[in-house]
């Protein structure tokens, strides 16, 4: 029988609200019962599961602690932590286990989704996708560009498939912040991804929603316009989309053409077939050696193909940071 210590300078948690954890004999179909919550990672069965996968075989025990969830007014369990070393223990061949559980009660999904972010922050290296999926329920920016561009994903990107992403969300906010400043750029200082994700208010998550909207309809998925999604080509042509789209009132050179929504989306579409274009973007990245010269690419593409349209010649952008 377990003994209650009272401590100094602490009082018993509501019951509804407290965590337990206890030491239990789990088996293949009870874990089976188990939900895996949106916001977590993609089981990936690598070198470690396999290596959980044998220790729990010998040991007739999983390591460390399983953290489950659940949400008032649900009786399921959702994994929030340990969704490896279960797999582990799926395959591991055994139909029982010895395991420390700790469930936690959860006010919604939201709330639990921070417990996974703060868990996976302090224990291991999250890959940056995984870091915002597992924030999406509780930020409207995340949530709003994936409910309008379900080509935006975490991780896992897979082009070939039709309903897969086709680019990672840490990509889109790295590029669409980068190209907020005068001068492009990708590292914003060293702001990280959960931060750009926090601050992205819905104006800004909206504007970015129909940038990326145009793009989507000029490019598409096909392979030969894999390079237009890449960091350098986005950063810049976000850049031009800010000043000639979102800046209507021209608070910088007020030479430079304004564009409608379906004139900036012919100018995408002008970018995806200039082949000389996506041939030179093979190896470019985000460099200040590369910017420059494929911004220059960009805005001749843009100009060729508004004087298609309007029969004049259009001024675009000149930035000092363009001629180095």
Partial sequence: MATIINLKGTK?????????????IISISGVQQWKVPPFQRPVRVNAKVQEAAQSTRENEAIEGVI??????????????????????????GI???LVDVRVVTFEDFAEMANE????????????????????????????????????????QIRRASTGAPIVGMSVILRCWA?????????????????????????????????????????WGRDP?????????????????????????????NKRVVVLNQNEFKQCLMSVSA??????????????????????????????KRLQEITQTKSALPAPAWSSR
């Fill in 12 to 24: 018993e948690a509501p019951k509804n609200s407290r965590s337990s954890m206890e030491t239990r």
């Fill in 67 to 92: 953290t489950l969830g659940q949400v008032r007014g649900d009786l399921a369990y959702y994994i929030v932590d340990g969704q490896h070393r279960i797999e582990g223990f799926k395959i591991s």
């Fill in 95 to 97: 139909e029982e286990a």
């Fill in 116 to 155: 996974f972010v703060k868990l996976n922050s302090s224990l291991v290296r999250m890959r940056p996708d995984d870091l915002l999926r597992g924030m999406e329920d509780s930020t409207i920016s995340l949530q709003l560009i994936r409910k309008h561009c379900p080509f935006v994903g975490y991780d």
């Fill in 178 to 218: 980068g190209s907020a400043g005068e001068t492009p750029t990708s590292t914003m200082a060293g702001q990280s991804v959960s931060s750009l994700a926090k601050t992205t208010d819905e104006t800004s998550a909206r504007q970015l929603i129909q940038f990326l909207g145009n793009a989507h309809q000029a």
């Fill in 224 to 252: 030969e316009y894999y390079r237009l999604w890449g960091a350098l080509n986005l950063s810049l042509c976000m850049w031009l989309y800010r000043r000639l789209v979102i800046d209507r009132d021209r608070m910088g």
């Fill in 274 to 303: 200039s082949g000389d274009y996506l041939q030179w973007l093979v190896g470019r990245n985000m460099t200040e050696r590369d910017r420059s010269p494929a911004y220059m690419r960009l805005k001749a593409i843009f100009q």
